[in-house]
Each structure stands twice: as structure tokens, then as C-alpha cells.
């Protein structure tokens, strides 16, 4: 299990992870973190500790949530999630998305029947179509590990760009951080959507399922603690969001 930790695969490569702000106090933060957790108060975990930054405290942890999900899903990359097992990008049968990014969000619609959430199970389905709103300015439909791989090379543009993420504890963040960081989170809640619709057996299989849960969960509480996510972009997981942290 150790080796889950420190790489993860790009396009056949290994995808690194990503580092918090240079700095003691960058470290600091993510210790903190990690202390939190390691003794099971993953609610302590998500609050903003006292006399901190409320932007390098979003920051810090959106290094942490990208690397969790994403070496999370490079666990299936290439071998359980594949463009022929997972033609499009989806979390469930009866929801489509219309996904743009930076300039307008195109977003539709089709409710199906009501969720029935039993061991991941459920009958809404949410379709993404990919758009970064500059390379891709009109959306489309890309199979789940493709969408995927753009999704993580778009929020790695975001924690690689200085003017966006700065790379020292400190530095000044833009006025619009907070969207940007809402952005990414709710791009990565899709990947933990298509991970429990599509691949919960395969975890399972893979005894990863409590770390996948762990992972998730903090990730949850963190996003409610700060209301970092549109209720409405949850509905793929709404039931079990309520049985984790509700």
C-alpha cells in the first residue's frame, strides 16, 4: 500500500503528485492536516485553525484533495477504467452535463428516476462533457479516462501557475482564489462520482474501499465546512454523502 502514495500514472507515464506552497508554514499547514487525520478527528481536520489564512488554508488543502483523487483513480487507469469499459464520462444512467470552463458553463439536464443509493447502486446518471474554455471552448464528449486525464492536467495547469497558486507560503493570491478553488473541487467531486458508480466493485476487489471512503469523506466535510460546492452538482452522491457526514 505504500507505493499508492507516491506516484501516479499520466497517459502511461507516472504523474507526480503535487506539492504544497514552499515554505515552513506551508508545511505546517499540511502536517497539521495530517496529524488531524492520523488521529481519526477528520472534522478538526477541514476547520481553519485559528489566526490562519482562509486563502493558504484552501490552497494547502487543494494540493492534498488533487493528489488523494487523483492517485486514487490512477488505480484503475488504463486497466478497469478504459475508453472501451467507459465510453463517456459519467456517474450513474440518467443526467447529462454540458461542462465549459473559465468563460460560460453549459449545463443540461435529464432527470431520470428517483435515486435508490443501495451499495452504490442508483439510477440517476451524470454524463460530463469536457471543455477548458480555451483549448476546448465548446464542450464534448470524451470517454471517462480521457475526460479524466484532461480534467487533471487542467487543475495541474492551475496549481503550477504562480499567478493563480502561489508557489511560496505567503505570496499574494488573485481576487477570485475562492471561485477558482470551487472550480477544481467541484471537477474533482466528478472523478469520486464516476470512482463509486462505475468502479466501487473494482475497489472493492482492490481492498481499497475504506481508503477510498477515508479520502472521500474528508474531502466532503472540508467542501460543506466552507459550502465550496453547489448542492446540485452532489446529487450523484447525495445519499451517500448523507450517510458519511449528514
Known amino acids: 500500500m505504500a507505493s499508492l502514495f507516491s506516484f501516479s500514472k499520466k497517459g502511461g507515464t507516472f504523474r507526480s503528485v503535487k506539492n504544497v506552497p514552499v515554505g515552513a508554514k506551508g508545511l505546517t499547514l499540511k502536517q497539521h492536516i495530517e496529524h488531524t487525520l492520523g488521529t481519526g478527528a477528520v472534522e478538526d481536520a477541514v476547520r481553519l485553525p485559528p489566526g490562519e489564512d482562509m486563502n493558504e488554508w ?14 486514487l483513480y490512477q488505480v484503475l487507469d488504463e486497466t478497469l477504467c478504459t475508453s472501451q469499459r467507459c465510453p463517456v464520462m459519467s456517474a450513474g444512467p440518467q443526467y447529462e452535463y454540458l461542462w465549459a470552463d473559465g468563460v460560460k458553463a453549459s449545463i443540461f439536464f435529464r432527470l431520470g428516476a428517483a435515486c435508490c443509493f443501495v451499495n452504490v447502486a442508483c439510477t440517476w446518471q451524470f454524463q460530463y462533457l469536457w471543455a477548458d474554455g480555451v483549448k476546448v471552448k465548446t464542450p464534448v464528449k470524451l470517454s471517462a479516462p480521457d475526460y479524466i486525464n484532461c480534467l487533471f492536467d487542467w487543475v495541474e495547469d492551475q496549481l503550477d501557475n504562480p499567478a493563480v497558486f502561489p508557489q511560496r507560503y505567503g505570496g499574494s493570491f488573485p481576487p477570485n482564489f475562492a471561485a477558482t478553488v470551487r472550480n477544481i473541487l467541484k471537477r474533482l467531486f466528478r472523478v469520486y462520482g464516476h470512482i463509486y458508480h462505475s468502479h466501487f466493485r473494482q475497489i472493492e476487489r482492490l481492498e481499497l474501499e475504506p481508503h477510498l471512503n477515508t479520502c472521500f469523506r474528508h474531502f466532503m466535510l472540508f467542501t460543506l465546512e466552507f459550502n465550496l460546492i453547489d448542492e446540485r452538482e452532489l446529487a450523484p452522491l447525495k445519499e451517500l454523502i448523507d450517510r458519511m457526514v449528514r
Do not use: D, Q
Not at 484552501?58 to 492517485?71: D, E, I, K, Q, R
Open 58 to 71: 484552501l490552497a494547502v488543502n487543494t494540493v492534498v484533495f488533487y493528489n488523494a483523487v487523483n492517485v
